[in-house]
């Protein structure tokens, strides 16, 4: 099974929840936590992490929030994924583990399902990795 980590899993949540309100309005951080049940104090990293890379702006104030830097169509999911995957290997064990050095499986050549989840894990990478972000979001 292809796992996201907390960090990527929550930061899709933050770009999806400003997708969704894309040249409507602002969205305080303090919004999503509440409606996702996510820590304030996670999201402002996460959010820090996203700003700094450019994905995300933040307004101050009252009135404040963040939003998109750019259009849904045009932020790929590699762009975000990116900021928080150290390679773009996701967790694919089919015992769920992953060992401290590596996040392939931990019996690596000798486990028999091992290369064909690697191979499985590369093209849906390079799949998600293409896809907009308004692609990735939309329910088909």
Same mark, same amino acid.
């Given at each position: 099974?292809?796992?996201?980590?907390?960090?990527?899993?929550?930061?899709?949540?933050?770009?999806?929840? /400003?997708?969704? !309100?894309?040249? +409507?309005?602002?969205?305080?951080?303090? /919004?999503?936590?509440? !409606?996702?049940?996510?820590?304030?104090?996670?999201?402002?990293?996460?959010?820090? $992490? /996203?700003? $700094?890379?450019?994905?995300? +702006?933040?307004? !101050?104030?009252?009135?404040?929030?963040?939003?998109?830097?750019? $259009?849904?169509?045009?932020?790929?999911?590699? !762009?975000?994924?990116?900021?928080?995957?150290?390679?773009? $290997?996701?967790?694919?064990?089919?015992?769920?583990?992953?060992?401290?050095?590596?996040? /392939?499986?931990? *019996?690596? +050549?000798?486990?028999?399902?091992?290369?064909?989840?690697?191979?499985?894990?590369?093209?849906?990478?390079? *799949?998600?990795?293409?896809?907009?972000?308004?692609?990735?979001?939309?329910?088909?």
């Amino acid at each position: 099974m292809i796992r996201f980590l907390r960090r990527e899993d929550y930061a899709i949540v933050i770009v999806g929840v /400003l997708a969704r !309100e894309y040249k +409507k309005r602002l969205v305080p951080l303090s /919004l999503i936590a509440k !409606e996702y049940d996510i820590s304030l104090l996670f999201l402002r990293n996460l959010a820090h $992490d /996203l700003r $700094d890379a450019g994905v995300i +702006k933040a307004v !101050e104030g009252k009135n404040g929030g963040y939003y998109l830097t750019k $259009d849904p169509k045009s932020v790929k999911m590699g !762009e975000v994924l990116g900021i928080f995957s150290k390679g773009q $290997d996701f967790i694919c064990c089919p015992a769920g583990k992953k060992s401290e050095h590596s996040r /392939l499986c931990p *019996k690596g +050549k000798s486990c028999f399902a091992g290369n064909k989840w690697r191979q499985l894990n590369k093209e849906f990478v390079q *799949k998600v990795y293409k896809l907009s972000l308004k692609e990735f979001l939309a329910h088909k």
